[in-house]
């Protein structure tokens, strides 16, 4: 039995509420979108990079609370983070909210928040819908990322 | 909210809601350790144990292949087939069955009559109207059509209560109107469209009329003949019947003059090397072995709706859909989408800033299932200019009681987000 809390914590609903780095980022180098078509979840994001180092990340949009709070928590971590960083920590949040390997708890910090999604399949896409968006940008690619 | 009931006035205080739900073995459920509250009947609709029971005996007693055996089994799976297809005429009150073709669903049977029929007769700089309203299945096959042929798709706008706009349908009709297809009941919002009036019209500027009547059925009796619409859709699953199966009624006439849809078994009268000839209807548009067991089970639907009697149930359901409205009119930040005059069973919402995918979740966490998304009406949310809603629809085996757990669920749902 899952208590619905424990999806819908504190420091999401928080994040939801009033989302960190949200709005456009001006002097970006990089922007890109992400769209989950099954349930309409929209984001773009904006990263300025020298190439090694994420220097600053920013993202807007509109979904539910799940994507809301995880792009506003991801774009929290990322900031100063190497770009190898960023993919270990992709890696790292993907077991965290699909499979049972123990995660690094400390390495993911506040995004450790989002553990209660693994028991709603349903809506694992929600939460890694920025992560994928971001993992396309670190790779270069410059088509919109999907979601299904 | 207002309902208008068209039906005329039925006391329902006989009618026995906790005998039907016996029926319905599903409704025993539990889900995340609730009682199962089923809200999303637009979706699809629970099945009794009629229909479960004519599925299993067909696959335990008879299962056979039909219209080629000459041995006993296949002679009555032949016979519960079309017994089946006598039973959906008289259901339409349709002219003739050969007038009933089985599909897989409403979407079949729309790509059916667009590919066929539309391919046959439609031409470029044509017309072809839908709405604002329509579910994708009765969008899509349309653009198709229209990028195939060089026809032009247009549609009916709706008012801010989610109504047709018939001063527009009239303005858009013309000498190139060929084709109207428009929903009998909006899946998204409930809206209970004038059939009679956009047929009529359609018919005096030449047009065939398709009518979608894949939420309509479960609610409400559907005449065709006095309709006199050219086509009529609908899915078996959504009509407490088993899914993957569905069906077109199409006019004689019209249906005779189609080329076949797909080519196979059973839709041949003689085939040779260099040519094929054409069974006579309904055989011409089903071909291969078609979806037997699901035929069976159809019939076995539409007698027990027969048997409810669609009159009493629809007022049943009506007054359910006041009750709830009345509950849910007094949850501070929650907006209804879609209040037509003429409306029936569905409940389509939103909450303040709460995402309607959250809402689902957090219901579904106290048994309450019900939908949230766009709806498959993707054009209606972006008329409301909302990306979705939360949506419960309502079945003749819904209760008060049920009614209130949506709305203690939905309060919870406003808790969580504080």
């Known amino acids: 039995m899952f208590d619905i809390k424990d999806l819908y914590q504190e420091v999401i609903v928080d994040h939801n509420r009033s989302p960190r780095n949200f709005g456009k980022l001006e002097d970006a180098d990089k922007t890109l979108e992400g769209y989950n078509p099954l349930c309409g979840d929209k984001l773009t994001l904006y990263i300025k990079t020298d190439g090694e180092k994420i220097n600053d990340i920013s993202f807007d949009g509109s979904g539910c609370a799940i994507s809301v709070a995880s792009a506003s928590l991801m774009t929290d971590a990322m900031k100063g983070k190497s770009l190898q960083e960023a993919e270990s920590l992709f890696n790292d949040f993907h077991n965290l909210i699909t499979t049972d390997k123990e995660a690094d708890i400390d390495q993911l910090g506040k995004l450790a928040a989002l553990a209660g999604v693994k028991a709603y399949p349903a809506r694992v896409k929600c939460a890694s819908l920025c992560w994928h968006t971001l993992h396309s940008v670190i790779e270069g690619s410059d088509t919109p990322v999907k979601t299904e | ?418």
């Open chain 2, 1 to 418: 909210m207002n309902n208008q009931n068209t039906a005329t006035n039925i006391n329902t205080s006989t009618f026995d809601v906790e005998k039907i739900r016996a029926d319905f073995p599903i409704l025993q459920e539990q889900v995340n350790g609730k009682p199962l509250v089923y809200l999303d009947n637009a979706a699809t609709a629970q099945k009794p144990r009629q229909v479960i029971e004519t599925l299993d005996t067909y696959y335990r007693e008879y299962n056979s292949n039909i219209h080629r055996g000459v041995h006993t089994l296949s002679q009555k799976a032949t016979d519960a087939y079309e017994t089946a297809r006598e039973k959906v005429k008289s259901f339409l009150n349709a002219n003739s069955s050969k007038e009933i073709i089985f599909v897989r669903g409403a979407t079949e049977a729309i790509n059916l009559v667009a590919q066929s029929f539309g391919r046959d007769t439609i031409s470029a700089g044509d017309e072809i109207i839908i709405t604002e309203l329509e579910h994708h299945s009765n969008i899509v096959p349309w653009q198709l059509l229209c990028e195939q042929t060089g026809a032009t798709l247009r549609y009916i706008p709706i008012n801010d209560a989610g109504e047709l706009i018939l001063e527009e349908y009239e303005k858009l009709l013309n000498e190139k109107t060929s084709i109207v297809a428009v929903g009998h009941i909006s899946n998204a919002l409930g809206t209970i469209n004038p059939i009679k009036l956009i047929i009529d019209k359609a018919h005096a500027v030449g047009a065939k009329v398709l009518i979608d009547g894949a939420q309509a059925v479960p609610h409400t009796k559907v005449n065709v003949q006095e309709l006199d619409c050219d086509f009529y859709v609908f899915s078996g699953h959504k009509l407490f019947g088993p899914t993957g199966i569905g069906v077109l009624y199409g006019k004689e006439t019209i249906l005779d003059a189609m080329p076949p849809y797909q080519g196979g078994g059973d839709m041949i009268q003689t085939v040779s090397m260099t040519k094929s000839t054409f069974n006579a209807l309904p055989h011409k548009f089903e071909a291969g072995t078609p979806h037997i067991a699901g035929v069976i089970g159809l019939g076995a639907a539409i007698d027990y709706v027969n048997e409810l009697d669609l009159d009493v149930t629809a007022q049943y359901e009506n007054e359910l859909l006041d009750y709830a409205n009345e509950q849910a009119a007094q949850i501070a930040d929650l907006k209804f989408v879609g209040t037509a005059k003429n409306k029936t069973s569905i409940l389509s919402f939103t909450l303040g800033k709460i995402h309607p995918h959250d809402i689902g979740t957090i219901l579904d966490g106290e048994g309450v299932a019900i939908r949230a998304g766009h709806h498959c009406a993707m054009p209606v949310m972006e008329r409301f200019e909302i990306p979705a809603t939360a949506r419960a629809s309502f079945a003749f085996y819904n209760t008060r009681e049920e009614v209130d757990a949506l709305i203690q669920a939905i309060d919870k749902c406003k808790k969580v987000f504080g």
